[in-house]
């Protein structure tokens, strides 16, 4: 079995030390993830690759426990669902929504420390599987 990104150019991989692939305005120094290519901020057309930084804080977090709408959620549904934990992590100049591998709330605090994993998602298809990037407690 294949291993595929959940979409191309989100993150880097294969690595062995992935990080997420933003943008910055050159004008303003915006950072947005994912990239873009006009700058929310001032509208300039001048927005370069940033690579984020693969540690950060949660800032804040929930529990999903229940399959989110498809489309655009394409995961595991019915008796295969597995509750998951969704925050927002704070990268320094830009806070990231991203699956957390921990959905136990007592197991997080706001404020803790994060890394950046890559994980897997579902199988394609092609019975692929698809990773995507989440974050764990360092």
Request: with cysteine.
């Amino acid at each position: 079995m294949a291993r595929v990104p959940v979409a191309e150019g989100i993150f880097t991989w294969p690595s062995d030390d992935p990080q997420l692939v933003g943008s910055r305005c050159t004008d303003c120094g915006i950072v947005t993830f994912p990239s873009q290519q006009s700058c929310p901020r001032c509208a300039s057309m001048s927005m370069a690759e940033h690579l984020l930084a693969r540690r950060g804080r949660l800032w804040a977090f929930t529990t999903q426990s229940f399959p989110p709408p498809s489309p655009p959620y394409s995961g595991p549904s019915g008796k295969e669902f597995v509750p998951f934990g969704v925050g927002y992590v704070e990268l320094g100049d830009v806070k990231v929504e991203t699956h957390l591998t921990v959905a136990d709330p007592d197991a997080l605090q706001h404020g803790m420390e994060m890394e950046l994993v890559v994980v897997p998602f579902r199988t394609d298809d092609d019975g692929n599987e698809v990773v995507t990037f989440a974050f764990r407690p360092c």
